[in-house]
């Protein structure tokens, strides 16, 4: 099996939510995580993003800020209502620093200006991941697992 081939990775690729209503980016954009084992869904607007996890897990999910029509900060609150622990990273195409800190108070994982850097954002996304497992690992362990 080549590295390049589907099937070359042991682990399941990760469930990422990706939601941002420019279709261009969020396009390219899922076909080069699928190559790093980064499996996007689309949502090209807020409410399409919320209904899509309403119906599936997800391990992480990327948020742009700015969406037409809703507000990222909203989105925001509302993915931490429905699953606590999914890690969301904001995108800001806007250099709005302020509103990203913002998002970070209600519980964002992190935030990347756009444009960034692929392995940036793939660092982040695995970061994610390892800190939302970590998290559930100690919330067992406290629990009596």
């Not at 807020?46 to 209904?51: K, L, W, Y």
């Not at 969301?88 to 519980?107: C, D, F, N, P, Q």
């Not at 935030?111 to 954002?121: I, Q, R």
């Amino acid at each position: 099996m080549t590295p390049n081939s589907p099937n070359h990775y042991d682990i399941a690729p990760i469930r990422l939510l990706l939601v941002d209503d420019e279709r261009g980016f969020v396009e390219v954009l899922s076909k080069r995580l699928e190559k790093r084992n980064i499996h996007a869904t689309q949502a090209f607007s807020g409410s399409e993003g919320i209904r899509l996890l309403r119906r599936a897990d997800f391990d992480v999910a990327v948020l742009d800020l700015k969406l037409e029509d809703m507000d990222g900060i909203e989105i925001l609150k509302i993915f931490k209502k429905m699953d606590p622990n999914l890690p969301v990273i904001m995108l800001t195409g806007h250099g709005s620093e302020k509103a990203s800190i913002e998002g970070m108070r209600y519980g964002a994982f992190d935030y990347l200006t756009k444009p960034h850097e692929l392995a940036e954002l793939v660092q982040k996304i695995k970061d994610a991941v390892c800190h939302r497992q970590r998290k559930e690992e100690t919330d067992e362990t406290a629990s009596g697992g």
